[in-house]
Every structure is written in C-alpha cells, then in structure tokens.
C-alpha cells in the first residue's frame, strides 16, 4: 500500500534541497520571519540547520561516546537492587508487586488505558502558526481545535495545528508500506542480544493496536517515575524532575520560548538531560515531533549560553511517546555554536546539529527494558560524574 510520510533532512544535501524548496537559500535563523500559514513551522525547522538521522540501537555504543564503561557499572549496580528484580518480574504476574519501581509500573500500564476522542490533529510544537484556514479551503471542518504551550513566546513561537501535509511539502516522501511484525506486549522469557531493537508495526495496524493515551500527564508521570526508580536507590545527587522547565532562545530578529516536559536537575536547577513526552506513539507524528524536539534542543543551548570550546558537545533527549522510549543523542561543534549565536554567520558546512534517534524501547515488554534500565541509570551516572557531584 503506498502512502506518504513526512521526513526531516538526514544530511545536507537534503537540507539543501529543502531550502531551496522553500526559496530559503542564504537565509539564517537571525533574520527569521515569521511565514504564512503553514511553512512556518518547516521554515523556522530548517533555519535551526539540524539534521535527524535515525541510528539502530547496537550504534548507542558509538555515539555516545563513553557509555559503555557507565552501562556496565549500571548492570552491577542494577544486578544489586532487589526492587528492581521485582520490577522486572513483574512483567510476568498479573499484580504489581511492592518495590521503589510498584507506581512506576502502575502509569506504565496507566499509560494503554486510552480513550477514543484523544484529538489527533493537535500537539504543542514551540514553532508553529495557525494552518486552520489552509486546512479549511481544503474542506476540512474539523480542524480549528488547537492546544497552547504555557509560556509566553514571541515571534516564532505560536500555535500551529500538526495535521497539514501535502505533496508539495518538502518534507514529505512516497512509501510502500510492508507488513512488519508488530511490537508484541507479551513477555520474552530469553534473553536477547543487548542492543536488540524493536520493529515497529504497519501504521495501519498500529492505529488500531495502540490509539492515544487519554492524557499526556499520564504518559510523563511514567517516564519520570521510573527514571527516579532507577536511580533513587543510589542517592544520586541530580534528581529527575516533572518540573516544566521554559528556554528562551533569542535571535537577532526573533525569539521563541520552548518547554520541556521534565529533565535531570543538577540541583541547581540546571538541565543535564530533558525530557518530552507525547500520548501517542511517535510514527504517527515523527516529523513534528521531531521539530518540536530540535526547537527543545536549539533553545536549552541557547538559554545555557554556550560558547565555543574546541570539542564536540553532546546533549540527550529521552522521550516517552505512548508506551515506547526512544533517546536522541544531538552532536554539535563550534561551528554550530556560532552560526546560534552570530548574526554574522551564515553556516558553513559544519554549521549543524545532528540528532541521532534510537529506538523504541517498549515499557510493556520486560525484555525492552531489561536493555535500557542499564542504558538510562547509566545516563545519570555520567551525567553525575560529570558534574563533579557524586555523593556514592
């Protein structure tokens, strides 16, 4: 059955091509406008200069670089730590046993208990304009319900409902959808390769096997339960928090305000990693949620006014979109930084951030995350260690 989907630039000459689509060559996101109905979502995207490349999960080891050694201190650690053998046997019972992990498990389950009026069409973006009356010559009625981020963004920063596709879009591509083994939420018994990713289902299928959790709150109490599961045990000095902590990223003709839905907290009230959440899964809105993701990532650097230093920086997003986890490792250079921060430079080729996505991890499999407890406790531990922290 062929189809279409929205795909964001993998390299540059894809980002390129997409410029030059949009009659954006030469342009940067110092003298940004604000466009007309809805290309401003993909203009001020493609403005950030970010490329998204998906990666399979046995690359984890490669990009983020350095894991390796904190995911075998995770395993130890873990390997200790009875609440979160009971965590894992759980997956097998029909109750939820007593342990730090029990009202983690509870929203993770929580998490499918869905309702059928869950708006589709609609999402919290921090780059985004009304498509409503585009959508509506189209003979669309139902469109016009949008959801607006608490902050008080300016410029670039407004309401954008997410359903509008077209042809001419330049993110878009034709495919022939295959029918794929969906994610299967009955238990694994064997252990699996440790970086073993997760095929995900035709979306036709997945419509139907996994509609939209009823609340997004829902869905983010059982990411930031489960990260605090991990680590509290620990007494780990950073703190996992559902604090929706505000970036603002200012240009030289524009602004915008992001929020993000939860992050690692230093204690001192700053970001280490962030999180975002969505009540859907993610193939169902992968390019814009991934927009939303970049604008995230360009605001937290800018709001930590970040300077050129010589080496390669390295930011994580984890996100919980329904059931599935996925963690995006963003890698950027000086370059980067002073294409962000000078209204001057025009971006050279190294002028961009790469966001390298892995997963899903499935939260209703126990063999999923029996691979990324590891992964995740071993994120806070580098992150602790990094920040010179570590009360252990």
């Known amino acids: 059955m062929s189809g279409v989907k929205k795909r964001l630039p993998r390299d540059i000459k894809q980002w390129e091509d997409a410029m030059a689509r949009m009659n954006l060559t030469g342009q940067t996101v110092h003298g940004a406008k604000l466009a007309s109905a809805s290309k401003v979502e993909q203009e001020q995207f493609l403005l950030f200069h970010v490329l998204w490349v998906p990666r399979p999960i046995d690359e984890l080891l490669r990009i983020l670089s350095g894991i390796s050694e904190w995911i075998s201190e995770a395993d130890t650690m873990l390997g200790g730590y009875k609440s979160w053998g009971t965590y894992c046997r759980a997956f097998f019972s029909p109750n939820i046993e007593e342990g730090n992990f029990a009202v983690a ?124 599961a991990l680590t509290m045990h620990f007494k780990l000095t950073n703190k996992w928090t559902l604090h929706r902590k505000a970036f603002k990223a200012n240009f030289e003709e524009a602004s915008f305000e992001a929020r993000i839905d939860g992050y690692l907290d230093d204690r001192r009230g700053k970001a280490k990693v962030i999180v975002e959440v969505k009540p859907v899964t993610r193939s169902k809105k992968e390019a814009s949620i991934q927009m939303q993701e970049s604008a995230q990532m360009v605001a937290w650097i800018k709001s930590d006014g970040e300077q050129p230093s010589g080496v390669e920086q390295m930011r994580i997003i984890v996100s919980q979109d329904r059931h599935e986890i996925f963690l995006t490792v963003a890698k950027y250079g000086d370059e980067y930084i002073r294409y962000l921060s000078d209204k001057n430079d025009q971006g050279g080729s190294n002028s961009f951030m790469t966001m390298h996505q892995f997963g899903p991890w499935n939260t209703l499999d126990v063999a999923s995350m029996k691979l990324l407890g590891p992964i995740l406790l071993a994120i806070s531990l580098r992150a602790e260690a990094a920040d010179g922290t570590n009360t252990n």
């Open 105 to 228: 498990r509870q929203y993770q389950l929580e998490v499918t208990d869905t309702q059928d009026d869950t708006d589709l069409q609609t999402f919290v973006t921090p780059i985004a304009h009304r498509t409503r009356a585009r959508a509506r010559e189209r003979g669309n009625p139902a469109v016009g319900a949008h959801v607006e981020t608490p902050s008080k963004s300016t410029n670039i920063s407004e309401v954008l409902s997410l359903e509008d596709i077209s042809l001419d879009d330049p993110f878009v591509v034709q495919e022939t959808s295959v029918l794929e083994t969906p994610v299967h939420e009955t238990p694994v018994h064997e252990t699996p390769s440790p970086f073993q990713p997760i095929t995900p289902g035709p979306k036709e299928l997945e419509n139907v096997l996994y509609p939209p959790t009823k609340d997004e709150q829902i869905v983010n109490c059982a990411l930031i339960l489960f990260l605090n």
